[in-house]
């Protein structure tokens, strides 16, 4: 890392050479990733003809009733839907050892020995709670079911002509569909198995350990202190899953990422990190990783599916919050440092960490300025998703909680779990809608790092040293581990689509229940949990403290965030109510 004014710069230093590809961060990221995705090819894409196969037998038995009518979506098209939701490649034998491989500590109450371990008799007891809890819900779901399947005959015996009918048929449906999410969650925690997940976080853990250090190795570094040192990290980040695994902390939304983070910060600011642990605190290295691993779940079929409404929202919604708050910041907040102002914009206008530490490496943001974005989106994401369900419920229109309410939260709301967690509370089709556009907004992290890349290149540095820059300047600049992000999007999304060529359906069943939630997701959560325990481990509260003062970052994220939520909410409803309401229906 280089050193600017005492700090540490999010950088990578010096000229382009070939040799750069295999001893430079960003690349062994991009290999790394790609690695994982390849594994996952081999394991998986071996199935195809089998789902293949499934998936016609149910197209053939589910067809006919899903396509009744094209005035409202039927029971026969959700049940068709759900059948081909069923079929997944991650099924196998190697996709189950594989997610009881990478498992995070689970959750607990009030012993901590159930996050690692469970015997027999309380794996039974457990089941049979989560079994009366079930029974109830599924009844209801059941009733639901019949009232939808009375509502739906109604209008079919008119035709579907009969636009009240068609209305409380679609209402009934959509009250099935809450009534059955509810009893679908319910009922996978009637799943309940003995455990001991020691062993499993040992292995997994000596298993990163070795694949991170062979590219430190290629890059120079030591391999036996990089694998001392990662115990440590290891242990942090379990640490931090175990904390975020209890029950309180799970309704509060305060996840891995906050824990992790904290857990670094109390360390570095009271004893100190050991100077033996420093060769594993290598925040870019593990996130970068992850990054490219996350371009393979952005999916372009998948996009296009919310239609230009939900692109419109994602991608014209968020560069203009992005350079109105940068303006804003510079203008009249007075930020000092450009750096932290275009780090903490990203951070809050497209998706969180994972914006912020791409923009960081972008325009050589200090250490310190991206913890305090980071720190800045974890306080404030763990509040909206809480919050905003509350406020559409109590104040939306009942006809646009689900759909205006999911754009306004995925357009908002930083991180894409917490997105889904938000969206889950309003329902099925809010579930669908957040998760859509929060994964279109995505995309953007990729040209975000590349326009700050030559922003800071071309004019801020320009103006800071007094000299011009050319257009390998920007090369040398711009985050290399992009590119793997873009190429593993680009290329899973043409595979995604030939899938889905031979048969409705194989392109979820292959890709996003294959490649990407059977290996890409299972390890990409880890990583990042690595790279925030590195960056607490790497700050010093004395460095931020200068970062602070006058509380102007935070009074940048409040009014960011605030014209965030103005203008996603207006943007949403007039692209999903005004200009494309025949879109707004077939949701």
């Avoid at 594994?39 to 009744?68: H, R, S």
């Avoid at 969180?352 to 300025?369: F, H, L, N, P, R």
Wanted: hydrophobic share 50%; proline share 3%; aromatic share 14%.
């Amino acid at each position: 890392m280089a050193e600017e004014n005492g700090g540490q710069i999010v950088q990578d230093v010096g000229k382009w050479e070939w040799s750069e590809m295999w001893k430079k961060e960003d690349w062994w990221a991009v290999w790394l990733g790609f690695f994982i995705l390849l594994m996952g090819v081999v394991i998986y894409f071996p199935q195809a003809g089998k789902l293949n196969k499934e998936l016609m037998e149910i197209e053939a038995k589910y067809a006919t009733d899903a396509q009744k009518t094209d005035k409202f979506r039927t029971i026969g098209w959700y049940q068709l839907s759900d059948k081909k939701k069923s079929v997944k490649a991650n099924n196998n034998s190697i996709g189950k050892w594989l997610a009881n491989y990478s498992k995070k500590p689970h959750g607990w109450s009030s012993n901590p020995l159930d996050a690692f371990f469970m015997g027999e008799a309380k794996a039974t007891a457990k089941k049979e709670r989560a079994v009366a809890k079930y029974e109830p819900l599924k009844a209801a779901a059941a009733a639901a079911l019949a009232t939808a399947q009375a509502a739906e005959a109604k209008a079919e015996a008119a035709g579907f002509a009969n636009e009240q009918l068609n209305e409380e048929a679609k209402t009934a449906i959509a009250d099935w569909r809450n009534a059955n999410l509810k009893a679908s969650k319910a009922k996978s925690k009637t799943k309940a198995k003995p455990y001991n997940q020691i062993g499993w976080l040992i292995l997994l853990g000596a298993s990163f350990a070795v694949f991170f250090g062979i590219g430190m190795k290629a890059m120079g570094k030591s391999f036996t202190k990089f694998l001392i040192a990662f115990i440590f990290i290891w242990l942090i980040s379990v640490l931090a899953y175990f904390a975020s695994a209890q029950a309180t902390m799970k309704t509060y939304g305060i996840g891995y990422a906050f824990w992790a983070i904290f857990f670094g910060m109390l360390i570095s600011n009271t004893v100190g990190t050991p100077k033996w642990a420093m060769p594993a605190v290598q925040t870019e290295y593990y996130i970068k990783t992850g990054l490219v691993l996350l371009g393979a779940s952005i999916l372009f079929e998948k996009i296009i599916t919310i239609g230009t409404a939900g692109i419109f929202v994602a991608w014209v919604v968020t560069p203009t919050v992005w350079l109105v708050t940068y303006y804003v910041g510079q203008k009249y907040i007075k930020i000092p440092s450009k750096r932290l102002n275009a780090t903490i914009c990203s951070d809050m206008s497209v998706c969180g960490v994972s914006a912020a530490i791409a923009t960081a490496a972008a325009c050589k943001a200090k250490k310190e300025e991206l913890t305090l974005s980071v720190g800045l989106s974890l306080v404030f994401t763990a509040i909206m998703m809480i919050v905003m369900p509350i406020v559409i419920k109590a104040t939306f229109p009942v006809d646009k909680q689900l759909i205006l309410g999911g754009a306004w939260m995925g357009g908002t709301i930083d991180a894409t779990g917490a997105v889904a967690a938000a969206g889950a509370f309003l329902g099925e089709k809010a579930l669908y809608v957040a998760a859509t556009i929060k994964m279109i907004q995505n995309v953007l992290i990729g040209v975000m790092a590349f326009g700050v890349a030559i922003y800071f290149t071309t004019r801020v540095e320009a103006e800071e040293t007094g000299k011009k820059v050319g257009p390998m300047e920007i090369w040398y600049r711009f985050p290399k581990f992009v590119i793997g992000f873009i190429l593993t999007s680009i290329v899973f999304s043409l595979l995604y689509t030939n899938f889905n060529d031979q048969v409705a359906g194989l392109g979820p069943a292959m890709i996003d229940q294959g490649v990407v939630k059977g290996m890409g997701d299972l390890f990409r959560k880890w990583f990042f949990t690595l790279s925030f325990v590195s960056i607490g481990l790497a700050t010093n509260f004395r460095e931020l403290k200068e970062h602070l003062v006058g509380g102007k970052p935070f009074i940048l994220y409040i009014f960011g965030q605030s014209f965030n939520l103005c203008l996603t909410l207006i943007v949403a409803y007039i692209m999903f109510y005004v200009v494309f309401p025949e879109l707004t229906a077939t949701i």
